[in-house]
């Protein structure tokens, strides 16, 4: 019988997978067959017996484990937001039929603002000149931070801009005189409710 089994896997090892019907060997045994081989049995009579599958490694990659912390932290700020009352005015009213403050809170933290441009064109190196900002999130930027830095790194000037007549459209309005705006760096960054920022930064390359 030994020398059966030791033939009979040999073959199936050559060929990676034997199907047969429902038989006097097969009908009282299912499983693994050592290290090897699994035997299944199938509604229709039919019995497999293949290769054991390889292991399946399910340790998350870096990435995967990014993607599901930041998920972790969308629920719980969500959650946090159906009981908060300062949350839940801020969200129920723009809520759409079909929706929930929930979901609305939860894609607001999964998506951050982004700085979509800087305007630096009015922007002459005079006390109370203008620097335009249009800065987007999929529900509404909370504010936006500006700061102005000479070529070599040094910060000239930073402070907080104010939203005009639009959603997208922020204004720096400039406290300090300088000689010369050329190779100045000029930093925009939008937040959200939740938290998340996203920022831009222009080089003025020459003065206008």
């Not at 034997?18 to 067959?33: D, E, P, V």
Request: aromatic share 12%; net charge positive.
């Amino acid at each position: 019988m030994r020398y059966f089994q030791i033939s009979f896997f040999k073959i199936l090892k050559s060929k990676g997978m034997s199907k047969t019907t429902q038989n006097q060997l097969t009908k009282f045994y299912s499983g693994k067959f050592g290290q090897d081989f699994v035997l299944r049995h199938y509604y229709n009579g039919k019995s497999v017996l293949a290769k054991l599958p390889k292991p399946y490694d399910t340790t998350p990659t870096e990435k995967q484990g990014i993607v599901r912390t930041e998920f972790t932290l969308a629920v719980g700020y969500a959650k946090g937001c159906r009981i908060n009352p300062e949350k839940l005015a801020l969200y129920g009213p723009t809520v759409k039929v079909g929706r929930s403050v929930y979901r609305q809170a939860m894609n607001d933290y999964l998506n951050p603002p982004e700085v979509e441009r800087i305007e630096i064109r009015d922007y002459k190196g005079h006390n109370g000149d203008t620097i335009r900002v249009v800065a987007i999130d999929d529900f509404r930027v909370k504010s936006v931070h500006l700061k102005i830095s000479s070529p070599d790194g040094i910060l000239i000037e930073e402070g907080e801009c104010i939203a005009r007549n639009t959603k997208e459209v922020w204004e720096y309005s400039v406290t300090k005189d300088v000689p010369s705006v050329a190779g100045f760096i000029i930093t925009a960054t939008a937040f959200d409710y939740p938290g998340n920022s996203g920022e831009r930064s222009v080089e003025i390359k020459n003065e206008k």
